[in-house]
């Protein structure tokens, strides 16, 4: 009996380092060295700035942000608008990692032009009394010539986590009218959204056990299926009809804490963070059911959280280079600081570069970066990453999203338990 044990604890254990053996050395064993801070733009003390609220201090913690394209009637872009979800309140409320020790204080939007480098707070309008608000991931549609768009979040209240929607009127930008709260039984764990029209969504849920599971399974429980990169989270296509009920199916199950998720411009790709394993994952989609097909994976040097598609076609991947020490950042621990990684994944046309595909798959790259990828993240056939920015905390810290402006080559980056928006602009 003691022999069986034995050795199914071997073959489990052996699994685990097959699959995650990567991400627990360079992710959670060992700390990356990285630099104070690195642009791929420059200097980053020309180029980057911290953005803020110098008077209430309100832009903190913000673990999603989002841009709001208005397009005019050809469809071009006109202007664009950053959206920020903050929460300052994270360390003592947060579904994801814990704790869940007070929902009481409201969480805050943000609105930021890159036209004028301005900030205005945003209103929520009509919002229910008594219902708390703290956003995680989140989209907004694009309004065309001047249309209303819907935007949606996902909101970890302290009942159970929804998916709240809002209008926002381009002529009264800094107001968000709530229209409505979506629940559902399959909303187990939510936590990032992408839009495919104005009513209809994909929604990550990133764990099947959660944290408000009773003691002692909700400190537990989640912690494990997250280590071992349990292969139990989900993502799910979500159709709202005109009377407000949702159609919901899941569309990729079996994703190792299914994180951040962005649609292709196009249509034809979605993009999913598997975030315990450090990869992203890649899907064919059928445009008229939603459905999807696995297609491939990349794999990032961290653990990717949020992510999105840049104009140009390429996907921004931003997350956390070493877990432990996002723990202990949002444990208060003195001194504590975790580090920021952003980077893009383009494809890749020509692999006729290196003599045969093994070569190919163990070249270098990524090579302008102080810590390359490549020295944490093996190459691929299919995709290059490249670093855009990175830093050890020390001048950003606990990245979660980062946004590129392929007009002006702005990049935007918000940290998880980060004050202010860090903004790096071109060459």
């Not at 070569?359 to 490549?374: C, G, H, I, N, T």
């Not at 979660?400 to 080559?409: P, W």
């Amino acid at each position: 009996m003691v022999y069986k044990i034995v050795t199914i604890f071997t073959v489990l254990l052996a699994a685990l380092i097959y699959r995650s053996g990567r991400v627990l050395k360079h992710n959670v064993l060992n700390l990356p060295i990285l630099p104070e801070a690195y642009y791929i733009g420059g200097d980053y003390k020309e180029r980057c700035t911290v953005v803020r609220d110098e008077t209430a201090n309100t832009i903190n913690y913000c673990e999603d942000i989002t841009f709001w394209d208005h397009l005019d009637e050809q469809d071009r872009l006109a202007r664009r608008f950053v959206l920020l979800g903050c929460d300052p309140n994270r360390k003592a409320w947060n579904t994801v990692m814990g704790p869940l020790r007070d929902p009481e204080p409201f969480a805050f939007l943000w609105l930021y032009s890159t036209e004028s480098g301005s900030l205005y707070p945003v209103t929520l309008d009509n919002y229910p009394e008594g219902h708390d608000f703290h956003p995680l991931g989140m989209e907004v549609y694009p309004s065309k010539a001047g249309t209303p768009s819907n935007l949606f979040i996902v909101n970890h209240a302290r009942a159970n986590t929804t998916i709240e929607q809002f209008v926002l009127d381009p002529t009264q930008p800094t107001t968000a009218v709530h229209v409505r709260t979506l629940t559902s039984p399959y909303f187990v764990s939510p936590n990032s959204v992408a839009l495919t029209s104005p009513t209809s969504f994909y929604v990550s849920n990133d764990h099947l056990m959660t944290r408000r599971l009773p003691s002692p399974f909700g400190k537990t429980l989640p912690v494990i299926e997250s280590l071992a990169a349990l292969p139990f989270s989900w993502l799910a296509h979500v159709t709202i009809s005109p009377d407000g009920a949702l159609q919901h199916k899941i569309v990729a199950f079996g994703v190792p804490f299914a994180n951040g998720v962005a649609v292709s411009h196009d249509g034809s790709q979605v993009a999913l963070s598997a975030t315990t394993l450090g990869e992203v994952y890649f899907y064919d989609r059928n445009q008229s059911t939603n459905d999807l097909k696995f297609s491939h994976s990349v794999p990032v040097p961290f653990l990717p959280d949020n992510i999105m598609y840049a104009d140009d076609g390429a996907l921004i991947v931003t997350g956390h280079p070493h877990f432990p020490s996002v723990a202990a950042v949002a444990a208060n621990k003195p001194g504590a600081k975790a580090a920021s990684w952003t980077v893009s994944i383009r494809p890749i046309s020509d692999t006729t570069r290196a003599k045969s595909e093994k070569d190919f798959v163990k070249r270098a790259y990524d090579l302008r970066a102080p810590l390359s990828a490549s020295a944490i993240a093996p190459a691929v056939l299919t995709h290059e990453v490249e670093t855009l920015f990175q830093s050890d905390g020390s001048v950003f810290g606990t990245s979660a999203t980062g946004l590129v402006d392929t007009r002006t080559g702005t990049l935007y980056v918000s940290g998880l338990y980060e004050e202010g928006m860090l903004v790096c602009g071109p060459k």
